[in-house]
């Protein structure tokens, strides 16, 4: 029988409290400015004692499918290249999903704003389940700017989206921090006993970051990674596009279409590069299979040094062929000042 996970658990860095959240959070009011880096300063590094660690991933076939029916022994993880005792492994197949939908609504994107809009109600029609899944829709140009709390009612999603217009610069890092820090961190939990979920960020633009941002791309990933969040993007850009017969395929990727990659690779997600609306049939087809064909391991870290410092995760499957998905890494936790750090 799998163990109970207790107290203090982390997930990448970052603990995932196991007292359910006694509400939901209030729907701010439309457009929200949320907080800056600087009024957030204090909470940018979560504290807390390293005592377990836990992965989700997707396991990948030569054709790409998703293979779902593997065990506990035929995975190894290693921290940092030092291989890790597994101590809690299963196959997290249904897992309610917390989805922060970032949408691009600067000048850069103006003539695509019609596919962005489409493409995130789509997303949302495909993918969410009514009382199990919430979203979260935040838009940014000058600034991020929260449009509709969680919610399960892709309806009223779909309204707040459709009204959205574009104009401005665009500050991409400062969106995927704040929703990661302010919304993702700390989530609508589910009823009952599990509080396990799967936080997602789901970023469409063109990748562009054209206005600076207060945060870095550095700090977006690290407070995405973490807060466990995986982001998946969808691309805007057309740019470097050529179709052949009937099927549109990417020969050169732009510097906002590496950026997006990046994102994507760095927290276990996935990047699509759609030619038009059509096209992301597939690609939201594959987002929801793959949010439900997943595996979740965890293992009590042979260094419990809270010291701040990033540590690299990697899963190998025992069997030949297979391609494993998952982040890259996480963050230790740092004490504060004065605390005496746990003996190892």
């Known amino acids: ?65 998703f293979v779902t029916d593997l065990g506990q ?10 291989a890790q005792k597994i101590t809690n492994f299963s196959r997290e197949t249904d897992l309610p999903l917390r989805i922060g939908l970032l949408l691009d609504t600067s000048n850069s994107i103006r003539d695509r704003l019609k596919f962005e809009q489409e493409a995130a109600v789509d997303f949302l029609y495909n ?12 838009s940014f140009d000058n600034e991020p700017s929260f449009v509709q ?29 704040i929703s990661a820090r302010h919304r993702l961190a700390n989530p609508p939990l589910p009823a009952g006993k599990n509080p396990a979920i799967r936080r997602v960020l789901v970023v469409i633009s063109d990748g562009e970051d054209t206005l600076p941002s207060e ?20 691309s805007t850009s057309t740019d470097w596009m050529s179709v052949t017969g009937t099927t549109p395929q990417k020969y050169h990727f732009t510097e906002g279409d590496k950026v997006l990659q990046t994102l994507a690779d ?37 260094n419990r040094a809270p010291d701040g410092k990033f ?15 998952a982040r890259k890494g996480y963050f230790a936790p740092r004490l504060p000042a004065g605390a005496k750090a746990p003996a190892q």
């Open 266 to 302: 760095e927290t276990g997600g996935r990047a699509f590069f759609p030619y038009k609306i059509e096209d992301l049939g597939q690609s939201f087809a594959d987002i929801g299979t793959e949010l439900r064909s997943q595996y979740s391991l965890a293992y009590v870290p042979t």
């Open 1 to 65: 029988m799998r163990k109970p996970i207790l107290a203090t658990i982390l997930l990448a860095g970052l603990v995932v409290p196991l007292l359910a959240l006694s509400q939901q959070p209030k729907a701010p009011a439309p457009q929200q400015k949320p907080p800056s880096k600087a009024d957030d300063q204090e909470i940018t590094t979560l504290k807390f004692p390293v005592d377990l660690v836990s992965v989700v991933f997707s396991v990948l076939n030569r054709r790409q499918k």
């Open 215 to 234: 945060h870095s791309r550095s700090e977006a990933i690290e407070m995405a990674q973490r807060a466990d969040v995986s982001i998946y993007t969808i």
């Open 73 to 82: 022994e035929d995975f190894q993880v290693a921290e940092d290249n030092v």
């Open 127 to 138: 993918v969410m389940r009514r009382r199990q899944d919430f979203a979260f829709l935040m």
């Open 149 to 177: 709390d969680f919610t399960d009612d892709v309806g009223q999603l779909t309204e707040v989206i459709q009204k959205q217009r574009a104009g401005g610069a665009t500050a991409l890092y400062d969106a995927i921090w």
């Open 311 to 325: 540590r690299t995760i990697k899963i190998q499957s025992t069997r030949p062929g297979l391609n494993i998905r």
